[in-house]
Nanobody, 123 residues
Framework: QVQVAESGGGLVQAGGSLRLSCAAS????????AAWYRQAPGKQRESVATITSGGSTNYVDSVKGRFTVSRDNAKNTVYLQMNSLQPEDTAVYYC?????????????????WGQGTQVTVSS
């Protein structure tokens, strides 16, 4: 079993920065692909940024040049550095991790979500 928990959300003024962390805990696992999603009130959840096991990244157009996703494999943690925040970035941010768990029968893959962290950007 793996647990995923986000942290780092909060209230910030427009133009400010926040860094979100997504920490995975458990045993005998490794994070493969990880992604940050967000969901604003009344809107569908959208993918914001992804990072593969090899470090390749991808971003939704609205955050390109402002957000940076990274990972620390030794700490089983994924980060989202958010700069030049705007009110439209206000949402609950979720982390999703696709992990491989070592079992007696080989590696099995699972997908885990965190509980979300609120980011509010005031104008």
């Amino acid at each position: 079993q793996v647990q995923v928990a986000e942290s780092g959300g909060g209230l910030v003024q427009a133009g400010g920065s926040l860094r979100l962390s997504c920490a995975a805990s458990g045993s005998r696992f490794s994070i493969n692909r990880a992604a940050w999603y967000r969901q604003a009130p009344g809107k569908q959840r959208e993918s914001v940024a992804t990072i593969t096991s090899g470090g390749s990244t991808n971003y939704v157009d609205s955050v390109k040049g402002r957000f940076t996703v990274s990972r620390d494999n030794a700490k089983n943690t994924v980060y989202l550095q958010m700069n030049s925040l705007q009110p439209e970035d206000t949402a609950v941010y979720y982390c999703n991790c696709n992990v491989g768990i070592q079992t007696d029968w080989g590696v099995k893959e699972y997908s885990y979500w965190g509980q979300g962290t609120q980011v509010t950007v005031s104008s």
